[in-house]
């Protein structure tokens, strides 16, 4: 019997209609043409005109700033968060919790903007590189939370009972056993807030500030005042860090599995 | 008393609605094998768990060597667990594994060193020492998880189902070894188990459990052959079960039982019972004879008659299921020649049986519900 050949052709025009616009940015990245978007040779002059421009530098090193101390952060707290979550899921306040951390999962980010930019007025917050980086944690937290709280659903909990069996404190347990174990989840749910943090826009367009644009906010504005093709550069320089970053990540939630 | 090494006080724990542990007093002496023996939630575990610190009880004290440990945290205690799990440390090598405690105490690096290649060698893994967990067979992971325990030295050594994620050849293995290393070492151990035959071939004393209370303690031939309820009779081995009331005492050692539908039966009367007194009676299959002849008639033989009704063959063993008088009695026979000087008894055939007075135990208290725990051939159609 022959097999049809429906799959296949469905196959080829999902990737076609998800990855061609991508493949057609990264080509027109090294084509040196400055409006049309005719094919004009193999060129890295994008390339070097953007590293040449300064704004991009800044606001890539604000981009980088916020992004490192996000995850950071966000690192410290959604592991927290998952561990009192699974030691104590059933209290109700737990429920609660759960509730307030999946939310920035759900809801849509320009609610988010808007509420975190009205409250920073209300509480008179200057909008800023610290805005900015508050208002990437609120929802890094929780993808860090997610990844790690998954990571201990699957997770003897007796060999924290056998550490403290042999010998360690709490904090003891903690450092040598907990941790370690729940690594693979830490690091895979660092790396998603690290390429969240670095790639979000709605939420960083509310509550940005003079001088604290990031990568996003300058790629959109250089759209905005015509197109030049650096952007197709920038884009896929970011396509390739977010997707080495993503890939990693993945490996890691799926290692000892 | 005074000479109990871990000792339990009246101690009482709650669960939400169970009541996993009763008002429990037990003593163990230093240097002996003693085993909790239950079903699962009888409690067992949860007196472990008191021991090694994980819980608090909600009444009552644990002592250790004379101490009131009932507070202290688990890091505190000079006891340490076998988990059923082994909970073995993933992210570490088994030299990491068995060192774990000595680094924990800050003890000079050579010195752990050398000890932890004494643990890898009594328990034979000197090559394996940079493995991972993951790397090893189950039977490895569980001699990790001893000697992981045993390098600290501990006063007493808890060991919670060790055994029961092996198959049966392996358990039998690992049965030896524990007892080799209890001898050799000679510190007290805690064993938990729901398995009646590992308790019963390791320990020194058993304490058997039922719904968070001890129903008796004593050594594994106590255990089994003076059985106090029908509960332990019923766990521990298989047994067959008549209720009656005393009719007669003949003398000051035998008393003489109706039960209904039977002849009198005589036993042994070590309850010093008068007659009209209720009694219920334990019998192992073991006791009880069987045979195509009647037998000789004597002063202390109980003789029935019966008809086979159930015959399994179990190679050293063959068990029947016998009626006799409307009562169904399990009768287990060893084989000496079975094919040469053996006339095989067949289904439906008449036979005999017959037992000692002295082999009828008497039970302080019979359940209805512990017939349950025996295990009966299914009934066939119209029985």
């Known amino acids: 019997m022959r097999r049809s050949r429906f799959p296949v052709v469905v196959t080829a025009l999902v990737m076609a209609f998800f990855y061609l616009p991508i493949f057609i940015l990264v080509a027109n990245s090294f084509n040196p043409a400055r409006f049309s978007s005719r094919w004009q040779g193999f060129s890295l002059v994008w390339y070097r005109r953007l590293f040449e421009s300064p704004e991009i530098w800044a606001a890539l090193k604000n981009t980088l700033l916020i992004a490192v101390s996000v995850t950071a952060v966000s690192v410290v707290l959604g592991t927290a968060a998952a561990y009192a979550l699974h030691r104590y899921g059933q209290s109700r ?88 174990a729940l690594m693979p989840g830490i690091v895979a749910g660092a790396l998603l807030a690290f390429t969240l943090s670095i790639d979000d826009f709605v939420i960083t367009f509310f509550v940005a500030g003079p001088g604290s644009t990031t990568l996003p906010l300058r790629i959109y504005s250089m759209i905005k005042y015509g197109a030049p093709p650096m952007i197709n550069a920038l884009s896929t320089l970011l396509l390739a860090v977010t997707f080495t970053a993503v890939v990693a990540s993945q490996r890691l939630a799926r290692a000892k599995r | 008393m005074s000479t109990d090494f871990l000792e339990f006080r009246g101690v009482s724990k709650r669960f939400g609605a169970v009541q996993a542990v009763d008002g429990v007093s037990l003593g163990i002496k230093k240097g002996e094998f003693y085993s909790l023996l239950g079903p699962s939630g009888c409690g067992k575990t949860t007196m472990l768990r008191l021991a090694a610190g994980f ?215 070590d309850k010093s019972l008068q007659p009209g007194q209720p009694i219920s009676l334990s019998i192992r299959p073991e006791k009880v004879h069987i045979s195509h002849e009647r037998p000789e008639e004597k002063p202390q033989r109980n003789i029935l008659p019966a008809v086979v009704e159930d015959v399994i063959y179990l190679g050293s063993t063959t068990k029947f299921w016998v009626r006799a008088d409307g009562y169904r009695i399990q009768v287990l026979r060893q084989h000496a020649r079975y094919f040469l000087d053996e006339k095989p008894l067949r289904w439906k055939e008449d036979c005999w049986i017959w037992w000692h007075a002295d082999d009828g135990f008497m039970l302080d208290r019979f359940r209805r519900s512990d017939e349950g725990l025996l295990a009966v051939p299914p009934q066939r159609v119209g029985d």
């Open chain 2, 55 to 269: 819980e608090t009880p909600d009444a009552g004290r644990v002592f250790l060597d004379g101490r009131d440990i009932t507070e202290l945290p688990p890091d505190k205690r000079k006891v340490n667990t076998i988990f059923q799990s082994y909970a073995l440390f993933p992210h570490m090598t088994v030299r990491a594994n068995i060192g774990f405690g000595p680094a924990i105490a800050k003890r000079p690096k050579k010195e752990i060193r050398d000890e932890v290649d004494r643990m890898l060698e009594l328990i034979r893994m000197t090559g394996e020492a940079a493995k991972k967990p993951d790397q090893l067979s189950g039977g490895q992971r569980q001699r990790v998880a001893v000697a992981r325990a045993l390098i600290n030295k501990p006063d007493v050594l808890l060991l919670d189902e060790p055994l029961a994620a092996l198959d049966l050849k392996l358990r039998q293995k690992m049965l030896i070894e524990l007892d080799l290393i209890h001898d050799q070492i000679g510190i007290t151990f805690l064993y938990v188990t729901h398995d009646q035959a590992e308790a019963m071939s390791l320990s020194d004393r058993i304490a058997v459990m039922d719904g968070g209370r001890i129903e008796q303690v004593g050594t594994p031939a106590e255990i089994y052959e003076a059985p106090r309820t029908s509960f332990v009779a019923a766990f521990i081995g298989d047994t067959n079960f008549l209720e009656g009331r005393v009719e007669a005492c003949p003398d000051r050692e035998y008393c003489r039982l109706a039960i209904a539908g039977m002849p009198p039966v005589l036993c042994f009367n």
């Open chain 1, 93 to 180: 306040l737990q429920r609660v919790h759960y509730t307030l951390i999946y939310q920035p999962l759900v809801v849509p980010e320009i609610l988010m903007g808007i509420s975190l930019l009205m409250a920073f007025v209300a509480a008179g917050v200057p909008l800023g590189l610290f805005t900015v980086f508050l208002a990437h944690v609120t929802f890094c937290v929780s993808f860090v939370a997610m990844t790690v709280l998954g990571r201990l659903q699957d997770f003897d909990f007796s060999i924290v009972e056998a550490a403290r069996d042999l010998g360690a404190s709490p904090w003891q347990s903690a450092r040598k056993v907990l941790i370690p």
